[in-house]
């Protein structure tokens, strides 16, 4: 992990408050493994002073690709950076990762949560196993990273909470028609998680967290959660942790 200054290739609205962010940063496209994160310096300033914590959603050759929903000061400033601009990028971060055992893979992504599981589709993928994606939002407008989905060749479902894209009501409800040979793996807010976790539906399970951090690397324990074996940094020992350790 190190501090790089990558340079905004891309950054553009999709819908609604979500954006897409293209960064070249040659070295951390190499590091980077499904569900890690970054820190981005969103500004020269010194307000906001933190950094903002970033799931990788992809990496090409040369470059790290980034969904981001504007929800505060940071992430409007993050919205204002243009082609060409530097951004302090701090990473890869995160230790825990998700488990790859297992032939077949659900990942179930809430909202922007689907940042945190799209780059593990494409390395289980490559490994050969069977990956579905179940994508839900509150409405049609919630889904713009469906393009990416589409994009990619992935198999997934949606869902909208209002029925006016895909099936109608909570992902969560997509458990049913997948049995416990499936791996889950989930990203989106706490009541998602907490409501998946209720479900006890036997399948093996494994989230991927958030959580509000100021260093990213283990330092200030600002970020934990507390866990079966005792508190737990998302930064650290996360962002991935099993299901069952996870105590909301
Ligand atoms: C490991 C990790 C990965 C993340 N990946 C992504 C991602 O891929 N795309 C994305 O859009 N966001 C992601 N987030 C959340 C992102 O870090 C926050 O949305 C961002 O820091 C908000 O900054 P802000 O200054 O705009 O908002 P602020 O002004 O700081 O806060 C605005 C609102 O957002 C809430 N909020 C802020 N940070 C968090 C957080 N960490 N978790 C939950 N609620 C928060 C606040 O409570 C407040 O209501 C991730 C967070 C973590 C910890
Ligand atoms: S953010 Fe500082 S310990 Fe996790």
Known sequence: ????????????????ELYVLKLHSPELARQVKAGQFVM?????????????????ADTGEEV????????????????????????????PLGKGLFPKEGQKHLLLGGGIGLAGLTLLGKELRAEGK??????????????????????????????????????????????????????????GPKGMLRALKSLKTGHRMFFSLESRMACGW?????????????????CYEGPVLPAEEVLF
């Not at 600002?222 to 079966?228: K, L, P």
């Open 1 to 16: 992990m190190r501090d790089y200054i990558c340079t905004v290739l891309e950054n553009r609205p999709l819908s609604g």
């Open 40 to 56: 981005l310096k969103v500004s020269q300033s010194l307000e906001p002073l933190g950094r903002r914590a970033f799931a990788v």
């Open 64 to 91: 790290l690709l980034l969904f981001y929903q504007v929800v505060g000061k940071g992430t409007l400033l993050l919205s204002k950076l243009r082609e060409g601009d530097p951004l302090y990028t701090l990473g």
């Open 130 to 187: 069977k990956v579905v994606f179940v994508y839900g939002g509150r409405s049609k407008e919630y889904l713009g990273m469906e393009y990416w989905l589409k994009e990619e060749g992935f198999e997934y479902l949606l869902y909208t909470e209002d029925g006016s894209r895909g099936r109608g009501g909570l992902l969560t409800e997509a458990l049913r028609d997948f049995d416990t040979s499936w791996v889950v793996h989930a990203c």
């Open 218 to 234: 283990g330092v200030c324990l600002g970020c934990v959660v507390q866990t079966t074996h005792g508190y737990k940094r998302v």
